[in-house]
């Protein structure tokens, strides 16, 4: 095991490391991410993660020899908003690195700005399209080719439904992309789709919609759209009389707190990909209470996502012997290979063109929590 695997290792485990000299330097992070809007249900348990991670990493010396301070903003899930932050953070606040902004419309706008500006932009889109826009951009989550194939595979497999009704968002690429892959998969075992519905993010009435559903009576229904909307589409599918058997599927998105709250009884049984099980491992149990002892409530697979990223960051810092500049936080992020994290399956990397390698698990809603399926 490397140093820096074994400096996040023992950060995971909460234990106590003794802290090197003082840092000649302190290593700025500019934390770009939606606490309110549309993708505030990533960005609250992300921030939560993030603050948690980084209290427990500077208490236990896994920053090595640095220090490191996070300034927090609110982009309010405006893409706008997204470069506006992230340009005055890199160029007035000379921040050493973007973490952010979430979704993959944010990205695929801020992305061009980080690479002209050269600050690295650590960031938790879906989509595998913004690693291409240039060196400095990472992403925390697998891209939807990896993560979303076990769930259409275990539909396919094990489930067998003849058909599928798909409803997606069309105003972001990333959603779409977890659609196609989804689609893809489940059709490659013989499931017919019978509809590839679009719908746009703020929507809110869905009467028409539940009763196409219903009239087209399908044995499978996958719904990636932003959580609320998801409980929003299948609270009044099951009003309009969609057959209680029918296997209900979604993206991470149905695995948060707010789609069980807004779903109620009708999101029971609702299958989903995660990246986070907190049944999974020592580390992961320790954190769940951690988590729960300090905010009130278990945590999802956003707020191990937050967590982990600053394990992949201070893994990185902490490789890092003298001053940490863009430059070589960025080289020491794409040779990052083997953290342990909370998330898929324990252990994180960056593969080539700095696609990251966690792995993922199905997982179902089940009396108002989450259980694991395969």
Wanted: hydrophobic share 45%; glycine share 8%; proline share 5%.
């Amino acid at each position: 095991m490397t140093k820096v695997s074994r400096l996040t290792m023992r950060a995971l485990l909460g234990a106590t490391l003794l802290a090197g000299p003082a840092a000649a330097d302190e290593v700025n992070i500019a934390a770009i991410l939606s606490t309110t809007g549309t993708y505030a249900f990533v960005g609250v348990p992300l921030v939560n993660g993030i603050r948690m991670a980084d209290e427990e990493l500077a208490a236990a010396g896994g920053y090595g020899d640095h220090t490191v301070a996070i300034q927090y903003d609110d982009n309010r899930s405006d893409r706008q908003e997204a470069i506006s932050l992230l340009t005055r953070r890199a160029n007035v606040d000379q921040s050493d690195l973007i973490l952010g902004p979430i979704a993959s419309s944010e990205a695929m706008a801020t992305g061009p700005v980080a690479v002209q500006l050269q600050v690295p932009m650590f960031t938790v889109a879906m989509t595998s399209e913004v690693l291409p826009l240039g060196e400095w951009i990472f992403k925390s989550t697998e891209t939807a080719v990896t993560y979303m194939p076990p769930l259409a595979n275990y539909i396919g497999e094990t489930l067998h439904p003849a058909n599928c009704y798909l409803v997606s968002i069309l105003d972001n690429p990333g959603y779409i992309i977890q659609k196609d892959v989804f689609r893809d998969t489940l059709a490659s075992h013989g499931v017919e789709i019978i509809a590839d519905e679009g719908i746009l993010a703020s929507d809110t009435d869905f009467t028409a919609l539940s009763t196409k559903i219903v009239d087209a009576d399908p044995e499978c229904l996958f719904v990636t759209t932003p959580p609320e909307q998801a409980a929003n589409i299948i609270l009044q599918a099951r009003q309009a009389g969609l057959d209680p058997d029918t296997i209900i599927a979604g993206d991470t998105g149905l695995g948060s707190s707010q789609f069980i709250n807004a779903a109620g009884s009708a999101g029971e049984g609702t299958l989903f990909v995660s990246i986070f099980s907190e049944d999974y491992s020592d580390a992961t149990r320790a954190f769940a209470e951690r988590y729960q002892a300090r905010y009130g409530i278990p945590p999802d697979h956003w707020a191990a996502t937050g967590y982990s990223m600053m394990s992949i960051i201070a893994a990185a810092i902490s490789s890092i012997e003298g001053e940490v500049t863009r430059e070589t936080l960025r080289e020491a992020m794409t040779q990052t290979h083997d953290v342990p994290v909370l998330m898929g399956t324990g252990s994180m990397t960056f593969g080539e063109g700095r696609v990251p390698v966690h792995g993922s698990v199905v997982m179902r809603v089940r009396d108002g929590g989450w259980e694991v399926v395969q």
